[in-house]
């Protein structure tokens, strides 16, 4: 199963990380290079654009770029090397889910089962080779519920060594990325139900101690230091906002409840694919081991409320990535128990075994066609990006107008990704006073609506870059001869148009 998962997950490993979702690639490929280029400290994390460097921004530990960053020192700057690591992790995944669902349902069909789904659902197959820190995420997250669960069911969590194996991998889950609190819903349903005299010993809070601390730690410096506030902003601006509205107004509940049938159908969509989602689905109805149901039970109870209250906002599917290994363990242990009832006889194992190869073809390839379009990049867009960092002035910053990092990344430049519409002279000018050097129109319609923008820079020279966007010289000293008249003959008759 495990080179079954790898072959599934070489698939596209050299293409441009311009390919689904470029923006978030983009980001995490140019925090690896600026760790690797600019500031080798995990703690400094630095995204290309908002001005000249330092460009701090509050994320989750930047596991994977800093460890593609410590390959790049090594064998130089190759984004290849970011989703290897991310592929590593998946493997991982496949592995530990095979030991999981062998314990929690006491057999190896669930295990290879369990195995086997995650390995080739299209979710953890297409964002298994991405450059990105969520597959990083669910491997520990998975990691730390199966250790954690094995603490607190074989030991009622009253091991002192088992509590720091179990609050140890879920500290690296909520680093990786902070929605891994999730398994605190699973986790406490298990304490409750299999361990509730664990609840007067100090082991539980312990236990909680070590898996927050370090991420509260963590956040509480890199928040200090950064201008871009993602985790807590999207928290207190978007978040929070659409959860309260929902609870307040009988439209908003319609609206977030739409928009939890969406994630939903993202979830047995693309994520688990046809097959597998009908699978999962039907996994919820069969009769598994007492023991499991407390786990299970809360993690997808953990998950359909984040979905809830996070997917519902951020509308993107691999936010649900965290409930995959879920549906694996659910799914395997449902058909271990359904071939557990099959008569034992040559025959029907047989049949049993044919059927489950057709079903795992069927499975792999639906699932593929759900995200095929995943795998698209714009070959124009990489080409052009490749020519413009062959042309400009090496250092330079620029404005790029267009919102996303993955191109910027190709252009290999620091400097401003900005709406052109929205941008004006004033906020051209700041950032020429900033050291701005050139103004890239990628899109260049929705720049010429912007009237007195389109205006402004013509005072500037175009660069013969090769690439098919407008490039200005925003260089003061380059300006052309009569700028200032146009551009004030130009306001004149702005003026005059008035009503």
């Known amino acids: 199963m495990l080179l079954l998962a790898l072959a599934l997950r070489l698939g596209g490993i050299h293409n441009p990380i311009l390919d689904h979702p470029g923006w978030r690639q983009g980001d995490t490929a140019a925090i690896a290079r600026n760790f690797a280029t600019l500031d080798f400290n995990p703690l400094h994390p630095q995204t290309d654009y908002d001005g000249p460097p330092p460009n701090y921004v509050e994320l989750e530990l930047q596991i994977v770029p800093f460890l593609a960053a410590t390959l790049y020192k090594l064998f130089g700057v190759h984004e290849v090397f970011g989703r290897l690591i991310s592929i590593a992790f998946?493997?991982?995944?496949?592995?530990?889910?095979?030991?999981?669902?062998?314990?929690?349902?006491?057999?190896?069909?669930?295990?290879?089962?369990?195995?086997?789904?995650?390995?080739?659902?299209?979710?953890?197959?297409?964002?298994?080779?991405?450059?990105?820190?969520?597959?990083?995420?669910?491997?520990?997250?998975?990691?730390?519920?199966?250790?954690?669960?094995?603490?607190?069911?074989?030991?009622?969590?009253?091991?002192?060594?088992?509590?720091?194996?179990?609050?140890?991998?879920?500290?690296?889950?909520?680093?990786?990325?902070?929605?891994?609190?999730?398994?605190?819903?699973?986790?406490?349903?298990?304490?409750?139900?299999?361990?509730?005299?664990?609840?007067?010993?100090?082991?539980?809070?312990?236990?909680?101690?070590?898996?927050?601390?370090?991420?509260?730690?963590?956040?509480?410096?890199?928040?200090?230091?950064?201008?871009?506030?993602?985790?807590?902003?999207?928290?207190?601006?978007?978040?929070?906002?659409?959860?309260?509205?929902?609870?307040?107004?009988?439209?908003?509940?319609?609206?977030?409840?739409?928009?939890?049938?969406?994630?939903?159908?993202?979830?047995?969509?693309?994520?688990?694919?046809?097959?597998?989602?009908?699978?999962?689905?039907?996994?919820?109805?069969?009769?598994?081991?007492?023991?499991?149901?407390?786990?299970?039970?809360?993690?997808?109870?953990?998950?359909?409320?984040?979905?809830?209250?996070?997917?519902?906002?951020?509308?993107?599917?691999?936010?649900?990535?965290?409930?995959?290994?879920?549906?694996?363990?659910?799914?395997?242990?449902?058909?271990?128990?359904?071939?557990?009832?099959?008569p034992r006889t040559s025959a029907a194992r047989a049949a049993a075994g044919a059927a489950l190869a057709v079903l795992l073809v069927a499975t792999v390839a639906t699932g593929r066609s759900a995200v095929r379009a995943y795998y698209h990049y714009g070959k124009p867009v990489y080409r052009a990006a490749k020519a413009l960092d062959a042309t400009l002035a090496p250092g330079a910053l620029v404005v790029m107008g267009h919102y996303d990092p993955s191109v910027l990344y190709y252009i290999n430049r620091k400097g401003w990704e900005e709406d052109p519409l929205l941008w004006t002279p004033f906020d051209e000018e700041s950032a020429i006073r900033k050291g701005a050097r050139y103004f890239i129109a990628i899109e260049s319609r929705r720049l010429a609506h912007n009237a007195d923008l389109s205006a402004w820079l013509t005072r500037f020279p175009l660069v013969a870059t090769g690439a098919p966007w407008p490039v200005y010289e925003t260089d003061d000293a380059k300006t052309l001869p009569g700028a200032e008249q146009r551009w004030r003959a130009f306001r004149t008759r702005e003026k005059a148009l008035a009503p």
Request: proline content about 5%.
């Open 90 to 342: 998946s493997l991982g995944t496949v592995g530990v889910l095979a030991y999981f669902a062998r314990w929690l349902f006491a057999g190896g069909i669930a295990g290879l089962a369990a195995a086997t789904l995650f390995a080739v659902y299209p979710g953890s197959v297409y964002y298994g080779r991405t450059f990105m820190p969520d597959t990083t995420m669910v491997f520990f997250l998975t990691a730390a519920l199966y250790a954690s669960a094995r603490w607190i069911d074989d030991g009622e969590a009253r091991s002192w060594r088992g509590c720091a194996a179990a609050g140890g991998l879920t500290a690296l889950a909520v680093l990786a990325k902070p929605v891994a609190i999730v398994a605190f819903v699973p986790l406490a349903a298990l304490v409750l139900t299999a361990a509730p005299a664990a609840l007067r010993r100090p082991q539980p809070y312990v236990f909680a101690a070590l898996a927050l601390a370090p991420y509260a730690l963590y956040d509480r410096y890199v928040a200090s230091i950064a201008e871009w506030h993602w985790a807590s902003g999207i928290t207190t601006l978007h978040v929070i906002p659409s959860l309260v509205a929902s609870f307040g107004s009988a439209t908003a509940f319609f609206a977030k409840f739409a928009a939890f049938r969406h994630a939903l159908a993202m979830l047995f969509g693309t994520m688990l694919g046809p097959l597998g989602g009908a699978l999962f689905a039907a996994a919820l109805f069969v009769p598994l081991r007492s023991r499991s149901y407390a786990l299970l039970a809360g993690w997808l109870l953990g998950g359909l409320v984040y979905a809830y209250v996070v997917v519902t906002v951020e509308a993107v599917d691999y936010y649900l990535y965290l409930v995959l290994p879920l549906a694996a363990l659910w799914s395997g242990g449902a058909l271990a128990a359904v071939l557990a009832r099959l």
